[in-house]
């Protein structure tokens, strides 16, 4: 059975940082591509930031020099360390993994507010 585990979300304040985490089981985790997306109400889920099995690296350009994506494949997990957050970065953030499968976290919410 496979296992996307999301945490780390939170309410932030406007400048603030956050690192989400998600732990993945049931996959050999370092031959998949991994992902982080959101979604924010009323808005189609996007891309936020992806990792290869190799380690390339890709950001949309609304987090790109605030948002790091890392892996670490000893834990089965990856990172997405967000910097300068912004209320525009207000969603549920899903962890996704892809190779000839794919599969989806049940997300965590992140809000940025004052």
């Known amino acids: 059975q496979v296992q996307l585990v999301e945490s780390g979300g939170g309410l932030v304040q406007p400048g603030g940082s956050l690192r989400l985490s998600c732990a993945a089981s049931g996959i050999i985790f370092s031959m998949y591509a991994m992902g982080w997306y959101r979604q924010a109400p009323g808005k189609q889920r996007e891309l936020v930031a992806s990792?290869?099995?190799?380690?390339?690296?890709d950001y949309a350009d609304s987090v790109k020099g605030r948002f790091t994506i890392s892996r670490d494949n000893a834990k089965n997990t990856v990172y997405l360390q967000m910097n300068s957050l912004k209320p525009e970065d207000t969603a549920v953030y899903y962890c996704?993994?892809?190779?000839?499968?794919?599969?989806w976290g049940q997300g965590t919410q992140v809000t940025v507010s004052s």
């Open positions: 990792i290869t099995s190799g380690e390339r690296t």
């Open positions: 996704n993994a892809r190779n000839f499968m794919e599969y």
